[in-house]
């Protein structure tokens, strides 16, 4: 049975202008499980018409009543849980348990940017003259345009929609057409709650179509993106051609760097976990594995006793830890990249062939040896594919880490303060961790460098992401 998602324009659902729709497939079972209103050009038109007659409604509603609204909506949210997560998991395959956690952490990002709306604070700066008062003001940019990938279909679209909020924007989400009903539960709620008519407008369609008439759009002074890093430089300098702001989320090949002094069963397990979550489609997820030698092997059959115990299938499955990624071209891509590595010489420990014949599953990986020459040392995989390999001192692990043009997420596993000291500062990476995984939280700011984008998301820094700052200067002295 399917059902149908519509866009959200101006307070109503909707359908598209023409009616045209495309279909929602299961990626575990091939089915067509819904349909998604594609959007033209004249529905993009009345959604940028809608988010800037709203903002000058929003932004001058109370941090108190904003802040109000998206703690009922975050209720909404948790209310609503069981009955999202499974939507999520029939359009995206993933594990139901980790929908639910999803669905759960989309209601935690709004709860914390609602109590941080009413903390937007400006400052009075010293004057260098008596009857002068300098005022720094923090005020919202504006309405904004947001485009979220598939891989998280709920958690990227509240990211950026509880920072816009909290500060007083308002909004023009592109959501993923491959999984729009989750996004869709999340506005919807939103809409429930009481967030005003035309502050948050959903549509889908065709992404490319959409990026080039919404970015110019003269009622968009914002853009914010979560994608590959080919498709962000792209809207990047599409939104530098009009000026617009903008927060770049893009991809990533996160290394894992293990050092002999860790605790290996605790970073096998751990580093397996954020692997091969949501079948390896995942930005900050760890592929590139490095392991101090004299450990390598230790640390290999840990690691590999890890892999053998995923559960792949159906995600409705409560017992599946692993499904499918999200349809064919994926599986393909990856595929590719795992016999590209197999040409240059790595060797299958595990995995690297699809499972069955209906479904995109494919069996987690584990490559040993591959050269730095192979397409997937160099090429974001997004698939559940971990490359294994050893390093002999500290200089070396750093260097293979900052090889790549890439600069998301890095993890290091020691059980020194010197070494972590060290690396805190030569990994060149937006975030590090060491010796845990929990990277993504409302209050921490979430960002890369170089390729992987710029600006942050989650912490002050994203809710100032939304923020433009004007320096009001008055003369107060009284005329002689």
Not at 46 to 52: D, L, N, S
Request: contains cysteine; aromatic residues 6%; glycine residues 8%.
């Amino acid at each position: 049975m399917t059902h149908s998602v519509l866009l959200h324009i101006d307070g109503q659902w909707t359908e598209a202008s023409e009616g045209r729709t495309l279909d929602v497939i299961n990626p575990a079972t091939e089915e067509v499980v819904a349909t998604v209103a594609r959007a033209e050009i004249a529905d993009l038109d009345r959604a940028a018409q809608a988010a800037e007659r709203a903002f000058q409604t929003w932004r001058r509603t109370s941090a108190v009543e904003r802040s109000a609204l998206m703690r009922k909506a975050a209720g909404l949210v948790r209310e609503r849980r069981d009955m999202i997560a499974r939507l999520l998991t029939l359009e995206n395959g993933k594990p139901i348990a980790q929908a639910r956690l999803e669905v759960e952490s989309a209601a935690e990002m709004l709860e914390w940017f609602a109590e941080e709306a009413r903390r937007v604070y400006g400052r009075a700066i010293p004057a260098r003259a008596p009857g002068i008062h300098q005022l720094a003001i923090r005020e919202p940019v504006g309405p904004v345009a947001a485009f979220t990938p598939w891989n998280f279909p709920i958690s990227q679209v509240v990211k950026k929609l509880a920072a816009a909020l909290a500060a007083g924007c308002s909004m023009v989400i592109k959501a993923a057409e491959e999984t729009p009903a989750s996004a869709a539960e999340l506005v919807r709620a939103c809409a429930d709650a009481g967030v005003p008519d035309g502050v948050i407008n959903l549509v889908f369609g065709v992404p490319a179509e959409i990026s080039e008439h919404l970015i110019p759009h003269p009622a968009i002074r914002k853009m914010s993106f979560t994608g590959s890093t080919a498709v962000g430089k792209q809207l990047a300098a599409l939104a530098g051609l009009h000026m617009k702001r903008t927060t770049m989320e893009l991809g990533g090949h996160a290394p894992a760097i293990v050092f002999a002094d860790s605790d290996l069963p605790q970073a096998a397990k751990l580093i397996a976990a954020s692997k091969f979550r949501n079948a390896g489609q995942v930005c900050i997820a760890p592929t590139r594995l490095m392991v101090e030698e004299p450990v390598f092997d230790r640390f290999l059959d840990l690691f590999m006793e890890q892999v053998d115990a995923i559960e792949v299938g159906d995600g409705l499955n409560e017992k599946v830890t692993m499904g499918p990624v999200i349809h064919e071209r994926r599986l393909q891509a990856v595929e590719d990249l795992i016999q590209d590595a197999v040409r240059h010489g790595g060797q299958v420990r595990s995995g690297g062939q699809r499972i069955g014949n209906k479904g995109y599953f494919l069996a987690p990986t584990v490559i040993t040896g591959t050269p730095v020459e192979a397409e997937a040392m160099n090429t974001e995989v997004f698939g559940p594919v971990a490359l294994v390999a050893p390093f002999a001192d500290a200089d070396a692990a750093v260097a293979e880490a900052n090889r790549l043009p890439y600069g998301l997420a890095s993890y290091v596993y020691t059980g020194s303060a010197q070494t972590m000291a060290r690396l805190s500062d030569a990994v060149e990476s937006g975030i590090v961790a060491f010796n845990h995984t929990a990277v993504a939280l409302p209050e921490t700011p979430f960002g890369g460098i170089k390729e992987s984008g710029y600006g942050s998301e989650g912490g002050i820094e994203g809710l100032d992401a939304y923020l433009n700052t004007k320096f009001v200067t008055q003369s107060v002295a009284t005329p002689q």
